[in-house]
């Protein structure tokens, strides 16, 4: 079955400054790859998501960049903020399946 | 505005006590997807519906029950909740005509006393 691993585990970053949280996937079958955010206490938020048949998608400050070849994929935040401090999670699925493996998730911290 | 509702947001058992969380949902999704989350840890799915379609993960234990009574409402039982089934309890919806896009529910937090 699919496996996403995701780096880094934690990610301090000081306000302004780039955030970069990256993740490997196992099954080249994968074809769907949202990123979620999670506040504390709250239910995951999808905030971007990218589709195998593009290699980048930008929403505003958000970016998210997909190899194929390569079965990786990156999230990239800039100009952050300190709203911006969560915990991210990436994950992968194959349409078939309808289902989600996640990343094992990182604690994105903004320092003022 | 369309949501996916869960409740309570706070559930406090006893060991062995069985209780069930609810999960509603206003957006006429026809896939609706339950996962325990450990803290600090991903999402783990139990189990999804499709439909009335119930489709169980190979290893999720059999003290995890779900009904799906109509569209827009689905239950999470758990038996005989032992300490190890404190955790996040999230809902999840998909429009089947949606690539795969999944919404979450706030969660359930579960505490095993």
């Known amino acids: 079955g699919e496996n996403v691993e995701q780096h880094p585990s934690t990610l301090s970053v000081q306000e302004g400054d780039s955030a970069v949280i990256k993740c490997t996937y196992s099954?080249?079958?994968?074809?769907?790859f949202p990123w979620y955010k999670q506040e504390l206490g709250k239910g995951p938020q999808l905030i971007i998501d990218i589709r195998s048949n593009v290699g980048e998608k930008k929403d505003q400050r958000i970016a998210v960049t997909l190899n194929k070849t390569a079965k990786h994929f990156s999230l990239h935040i800039t100009e952050t903020q300190p709203e911006d401090s969560a915990v991210y999670f990436c994950?992968?699925?194959?349409?078939?399946?309808?289902?989600?493996?996640f990343g094992q998730g990182t604690r994105l911290t903004i320092n003022p | 505005d369309a949501m996916v509702i869960q409740n309570p947001r706070y559930q406090v058992t006893q060991f062995g006590k069985p209780v069930t969380l609810s999960c509603s949902q206003t957006?006429?999704?026809?896939?609706m997807y339950w996962y325990q989350q450990k803290s600090s840890q991903a999402p783990k799915l139990l189990f999804h519906y499709y439909d009335k379609d119930f489709n169980n993960e190979a290893d999720t234990p059999d003290n995890f029950q779900s009904r799906r009574p109509n569209t827009s409402f689905c239950f999470l039982d758990i038996r005989s909740p032992g300490l190890g089934d404190a955790a996040m309890y999230l809902c999840a919806t998909k429009n089947r005509f949606s690539y795969n896009e999944q919404f979450f529910g706030p969660g359930t937090r579960l505490t095993v006393l």
């Open positions: 994950a992968a699925s194959t349409g078939g399946a309808q289902k989600l493996v």
């Open positions: 957006l006429n999704h026809n896939v």
């Open positions: 099954d080249s079958a994968s074809n769907y």
